[in-house]
């Protein structure tokens, strides 16, 4: 059973950091692009970064870039995101994803609030 999980998010103030991951189990990991994805209240899911199997390509939303990072490691079947600088805008809740055997997969999100 394909399964992602998300962890590492919560309350941080404008200006902070925060660290999500995301374990995956159900397939070979080393072999599957994963991404992040987020959503806020009334807004539809929208893409926020993602990497290629052997961590060699990433690719980000406009939104994040430069300020956020994506990484992963294979032996432990772990995708990360790492988020600096954080805004208000920030605010969503973040979902791992990867695409497997035709369909999405998602993971349950984990919730991430900027606030002062």
């Known amino acids: 059973q394909v399964q992602l999980v998300e962890s590492g998010g919560g309350l941080v103030q404008p200006g902070g950091s925060l660290r999500l991951s995301c374990v995956a189990s159900g397939f070979n990991f080393r072999t599957q692009r994963m991404y992040w994805y987020r959503q806020a209240p009334g807004k539809e899911r929208e893409f926020v970064a993602s990497?290629?199997?052997?961590?060699?390509?990433?690719n980000y939303a406009d939104s994040v870039k430069g300020r956020f990072t994506i990484s992963r490691d294979n032996a432990k079947n772990t995708v990360s995101l790492e988020m600096n600088s954080l805004t208000p805008e920030d605010t969503a809740v973040y979902y791992c994803?990867?695409?497997?055997?035709?369909?999405?997969?998602w993971g349950q999100g984990t919730q991430v609030t900027v606030s002062s």
């Open positions: 990497i290629a199997p052997a961590a060699s390509f990433t």
């Open positions: 994803n990867v695409f497997f055997s035709s369909r999405d997969v």
